[in-house]
Nanobody
Framework: QVQLIESGGGSVQPGGSLRLTCAAS????????MGWFRQTTDKEREFVSA????????YFADSVKGRFTISRENAANTLYLQMNNLKPEDTGVYYC??????????????????WGQGTQVTGSS
């Protein structure tokens, strides 16, 4: 069974940090781009960050640029999202996702066909 499992979410005060981890199993994702998205109850799922299959290219939403870092460890089939200087507007359920094919970085959700179950991040005092 192909799975992506996120962990590392939690509640932090504004300015705090969290590191999200996405562990993949069932097949290797080392040859596809992967990404992070987030969603709140009143918004559609929005793109946060993506990384190429080998980690050479990364891309970030303007809202998180300079505060978030994405990385991957292909040998461990694991994706990470380091979130620093968290703000209340970063609150949401964060999902990791893997692309359908060997395409490059994508910012739209339909380009990804495998999703995790999500982990809650809350940035509030």
């Amino acid at each position: 069974q192909v799975q992506l499992i996120e962990s590392g979410g939690g509640s932090v005060q504004p300015g705090g940090s969290l590191r999200l981890t996405c562990a993949a199993s069932g097949r290797t994702f080392s040859n596809v781009a992967m990404g992070w998205f987030r969603q709140t109850t009143d918004k559609e799922r929005e793109f946060v960050s993506a990384i190429s299959w080998n980690g050479d290219s990364t891309y970030f939403a303007d809202s998180v640029k300079g505060r978030f870092t994405i990385s991957r460890e292909n040998a461990a089939n694991t994706l990470y999202l380091q979130m620093n200087n968290l703000k209340p507007e970063d609150t949401g359920v964060y999902y990791c996702a893997a692309r359908k094919n060997k395409g490059g970085i994508a910012t739209n959700a339909p380009s990804y066909d495998t999703w995790g179950q999500g982990t809650q991040v809350t940035g509030s005092s």
